[in-house]
């Protein structure tokens, strides 16, 4: 299915191309004609094709695809377009993540503060093993992950929670981009013991503010990015 999405994805299947029938698709790529019908179930699912009886699986127009689909996603981050689409969850997260700070440092209860501590230790220590454990990069990602899960769940907002809970599992698919690991000791862990600093206090002006400066380093690495594909230049790897 991988495939066929990025094919998709790319342009290389264009929108209103009817695919290959069941039979077809699973004498192209060696399956079984239940694996080949799992695979069109899976790019329907995702919004890519739609089926209809008789007719097939013909390819969606891109205003359709499930943009929040990881495996969507991730063929889109290694197309032209991947920039442009980043910024747009970027974005998303701005809008929701500010106010989310400062509603967290009104209402943190002392198991939210705990929990943002442990995320932040976690990051911390992950960025000191960067250098010698193959797994401290994930394990870094996966702490910043659990950072802002925190910082929302601190609010309280239960709708809030599972309003963000895609985005994030959307920009996961991006780290790769963002990645600036030696950025990390003078701006990505400052810039979260900040916000850390400001929801302990319950200073919800300083918490948005920390948050802010926090998303607007990331839009700056994604600038860089950008400019890095029209350079032609390869992607960095990890997550600032």
Known sequence: MGILIGEIVAGRIAAGTSLPRETDLAEQ??????????????????????????RGATVC?????????????????ESDRGADV?????????????????????RASARDLGALSAAFERMRSSAELA????????RFHAADIDFHHA????????ALGRMTEPIHRALGAAR?????????????????????????AGD????????????????????EYAA???????QRSGRG
């Open 151 to 158: 910082v929302i769940r601190a609010t309280g907002n239960r």
């Open 29 to 54: 790529f060696h399956v079984s004609r239940g694996v080949a019908r799992e695979c069109i179930r899976g790019l329907e699912e995702r919004g890519l094709v739609a089926v209809k009886h008789g």
């Open 86 to 106: 980043l910024g747009e969850y970027l974005e998303c997260r701005r809008l929701l993540e500010i106010s989310a700070a400062g509603l967290a440092a009104e």
């Open 131 to 138: 250098s010698v454990s193959v797994d401290a990069e994930d």
């Open 204 to 223: 919800a002006a300083a918490a948005r503010e920390a948050m802010s400066e926090h998303l607007l380093t990331v839009e700056g690495y994604l600038r």
């Open 228 to 234: 890095s594909l029209r350079d032609g230049e390869p």
């Open 61 to 77: 127009d891109e205003d359709a695809w499930d943009m929040l689909s990881p495996d969507v996603l991730r063929a889109v981050f």
């Open 176 to 200: 790769r981009p963002l990645a600036r690991p030696a950025a990390r000791r003078v701006r990505g862990l400052p810039e979260h013991q900040r916000i850390l600093a400001a929801i302990a």
